[in-house]
């Protein structure tokens, strides 16, 4: 099955950029997302790219996707320490079911002052 | 996208007992999911729950276990059986959206402790 790796930990400083990478085995995988978990919460939708796209931009969110390599990334520009959360990056098939979205371990992303 | 209410949001529970949790959503939805994320860890798929329908359970699941109701399209209930401290985990429901563009809508999780 499919299989999804991320960094466990990312510290930045406030106003740097951060960047999460996430790699994935499935050249199927069709609908890549991110989320982001903060403290006690649940997962909140930030972003997705397609796979038939390269790069998807959303404010301050810029997701790069690299098929040759199977490697996705979000970028977050001016990082802020309301960013600091557990990033998790998620993919699925187009013929699948959450049956085929498969979960990365999630980074966890510290903002410093 | 899909707005999902899930209770409770936490619980310390006695082992050997059971837990229900419930998730409500906002609108009429196929497919309601519902996941485990173990303390430090990833979000593992539970099983899947259609409307009419037993429950898919996906490997190392099992019903008995985690019996799970589906009465109709906007409702669900995970069941935790004859809990023991290794259930201690977040649960959270999920549903599929129209357009897998909006990606997929969580609730908020039911952070569960077993003593």
């Known amino acids: 099955g499919e299989d999804v790796e991320q960094s466990l930990f990312l510290s930045v400083r406030e106003g740097d950029s951060s960047v999460i990478n996430c790699t994935y085995t499935d050249s199927s995988s069709t609908y890549l997302y991110w989320y982001k978990q903060e403290p006690g919460a649940g997962l909140q939708l930030l972003t997705y790219?397609?796979?038939?796209?390269d790069m998807k931009q959303d404010q301050r969110l810029t997701v790069l996707l690299n098929k040759k390599d199977k490697h996705l990334s979000l970028r977050i520009a001016d990082t802020q320490t309301g960013d600091s959360a557990i990033y998790f990056c998620?993919?699925?098939?187009?013929?699948?079911?959450?049956?085929?979205?498969?979960f990365g371990s999630g980074t966890q992303l510290t903002v410093l002052p | 996208s899909a707005v999902i209410s899930q209770k409770p949001s936490r619980d310390i529970c006695q082992r050997g007992t059971s837990l229900t949790i419930q998730c409500q959503v906002d609108s009429q939805v196929t497919m309601m999911f519902w996941y485990r994320q173990q303390p430090g860890q990833s979000l593992t798929l539970i099983a899947t729950a259609n409307q009419g329908s037993e429950a898919t359970y996906e490997s190392g699941f099992v019903i008995d276990k985690f019996p799970i109701s589906r009465p109709n399209l906007t409702f669900s209930t995970l069941t935790v059986s004859n809990m023991s401290p290794e259930d201690s985990s977040i649960y959270l429901c999920?549903?599929?959206?129209?357009?897998?563009?909006?990606?997929?809508?969580f609730g908020s999780g039911t952070r569960l402790t077993v003593v």
């Open positions: 790219i397609f796979s038939n796209m």
């Open positions: 998620a993919v699925g098939l187009l013929s699948g079911s959450a049956r085929q979205l498969t």
């Open positions: 999920s549903v599929e959206p129209w357009d897998r563009e909006y990606g997929y809508t």
